[in-house]
């Protein structure tokens, strides 16, 4: 598609509903000495906001902070991405992300920063997954409708996407393109300062391989969005401060147990999107130690929410299988024969009608060593209550295992520590630091062996540590899961008192998506 169309599109989009535009397409404002008191810019976006393609790995984002200095006395980037080598320069660009991806995590990053000035270019992975491309344009409207409930008086100005030299890839960015205009018309003729930016003038000779922009590219996208905001300050959109709601609070996944694809022994990838798909990768070490080979999408999901999805070996075979969770805790098992595109899956039906505890209450892990997961209910208080799986679709009622520590059930993981097979009680507190109870079978089967304090924590919150074992060697590892996806982990060599735990640093940079789909 070309500028010019675009420029009429717009011309008549604005003419039918009276809505006010920021298009690059436009001619620079009438007022060049513009000023604003403040400008706190939040980039978001996927790989391309980051700046992947350009020679100095900050994108537009540069060329920007020098157009707009002149602009302001208080200017910020602001956004949880804090590059190293380019300071001042914080974004919001997630290598990989779809707009959905976007939508998990954004009312988060608007109360942590309060811009007033969001600049959105998503779409990109979308249509280079062909992730439902045609509901793409819908996705984008959500997103765009999450950012103005969760902050009114932002100024929201949403660029079309870049093109691509896939040929497929292209004539979805194309129609993707088409429908953009509309939706901001639409939110801005509802009397939100949503602005369209036309990223035309990026043409396919201005990309570094088939999706990224080079420092042309990025140029050129700088000047787009500096048209943007001159014109959206320029019509008094910009308020100086804007108030955000508060965010609702981060949900760690759980009643996972071994999440293990191809069973061999360690911990793989998968990342669950809200309609229950499976994206996997498979874990050959981790980044810098063999990396994640990309598995694809192995399960297309069932219609049940991301919410309801559990996985836990439950035949016994070393292998996670695919649960969904009813609202009263009952079961539906899909076997792993390897996942979709190696070897499909086989619907094992519904094998516990479940104890009338909420699905937030349920949880797997392997409480006798047999190593099938075994059905555990949580309550509020950290007791246990265990049925021990047969593997026949029955369970034999092991009663309570557990009375709890006077930790609440929120704080409570299980994870094998010391490699017996059988899964410990560990209380992770808000600092991350872990108090560990080795399983000897459970109150009244043998009790539990208190070790103490096994870490001390890294400073990451309770809420974003997850147990699994990355090495294969039995004993569940520590790892940091960030908001935003990228993990960090510490193997586990007996923990505090008893060997340590060794530093691996970061082992996945968040491909996956937010930290809140990330199974592990």
């Avoid at 899964?423 to 560990?436: F, P, T």
Wanted: contains cysteine; proline residues 5%.
């Amino acid at each position: 598609m070309t500028t010019a169309l675009l420029t009429g599109l717009m011309t008549t989009i604005s003419a039918a509903t009276g809505a006010s535009t920021a298009s690059a397409a436009s001619s620079v404002t009438d007022n060049p000495n513009w000023k604003v008191p403040r400008l706190a810019v939040m980039p978001m976006g996927d790989s391309i906001t980051r700046g992947v393609g350009s020679s100095t790995g900050a994108g537009y984002r540069t060329e920007l902070r020098d157009q707009l200095a002149s602009h302001t006395d208080d200017l910020h980037f602001v956004g949880t991405g804090r590059p190293a080598g380019s300071p001042g320069l914080d974004h919001e660009g997630h290598p990989g992300w779809r707009i959905d991806e976007l939508s998990d995590n954004v009312e988060r990053w608007l109360a942590s920063a309060h811009p007033n000035v969001v600049l959105l270019h998503i779409g990109t992975n979308d249509m280079d997954q062909n992730y439902a491309p045609d509901a793409a344009p819908e996705r984008l409207g959500g997103l765009i409708d999450q950012i103005t409930t969760a902050a009114p008086g932002v100024t929201v100005l949403v660029s079309s996407v870049v093109p691509s030299k896939d040929p497929q890839v292209e004539k979805r960015v194309e129609k993707f393109n088409l429908a953009v205009p509309q939706i901001v018309a639409e939110r801005r003729n509802k009397g939100r300062a949503v602005g369209y930016v036309d990223m035309g003038d990026v043409t396919t000779a201005d990309l570094a391989d088939r999706l990224h922009p080079s420092d042309s590219g990025y140029v050129k996208m700088a000047r787009a969005f500096f048209r943007g905001v001159s014109q959206a300050a320029t019509d008094g959109w910009i308020h100086p401060n804007v108030d955000v709601k508060p965010a609702p609070p981060y949900r760690t996944p759980v009643g996972d147990y071994n999440v293990d694809i191809n069973g061999d022994g360690k911990a793989d990838f998968l990342s669950v999107d809200k309609k229950g798909a499976v994206h996997a990768w498979l874990n050959n070490g981790g980044d810098s130690h063999g990396g994640w080979p990309n598995y694809g999408w192995i399960a297309t999901g069932t219609g049940a929410p991301a919410d309801k999805v559990r996985f836990a070996d439950i035949n016994g075979d070393g292998k996670a299988d695919y649960l969904v969770l009813d609202d009263d805790g009952g079961i539906q098992v899909w076997l792993n024969n390897g996942g979709d595109g190696h070897g499909g899956w086989t619907n094992y039906g519904r094998i516990a009608t479940g104890a009338k505890a909420p699905a937030s209450k349920v949880r797997f892990a392997d409480i006798n060593g047999d190593g099938k997961a075994d059905y555990l209910v949580l309550d509020d208080s950290g007791a246990v209550h265990a049925w021990l799986n047969n593997g026949t679709s029955t369970w034999t009622d092991y009663g309570q295992i557990a009375t709890g520590t006077g930790a609440q059930g929120n704080k409570v993981r299980f994870a094998d520590i010391d490699g017996d097979g059988k899964a410990d009680y560990l209380i992770v507190d808000d600092n991350g630091a872990v108090h560990a109870w080795l399983n000897k079978g459970g109150d009244g089967h043998g009790g539990w062996a208190d070790r103490g304090q096994i870490a001390t924590g890294t400073g990451a919150p309770g809420s974003c540590v997850r147990f699994a074992d990355i090495d294969g060697d039995g004993k569940a590892d520590y790892l940091v899961v960030e908001d935003n996806g990228p993990i960090y982990a510490w193997l586990n060599n007996g923990g505090d008192g008893h060997g340590g735990w060794t530093n691996r640093g970061q082992i996945a940079n968040g491909l996956a998506g937010p930290g809140d789909r990330v199974h592990m």
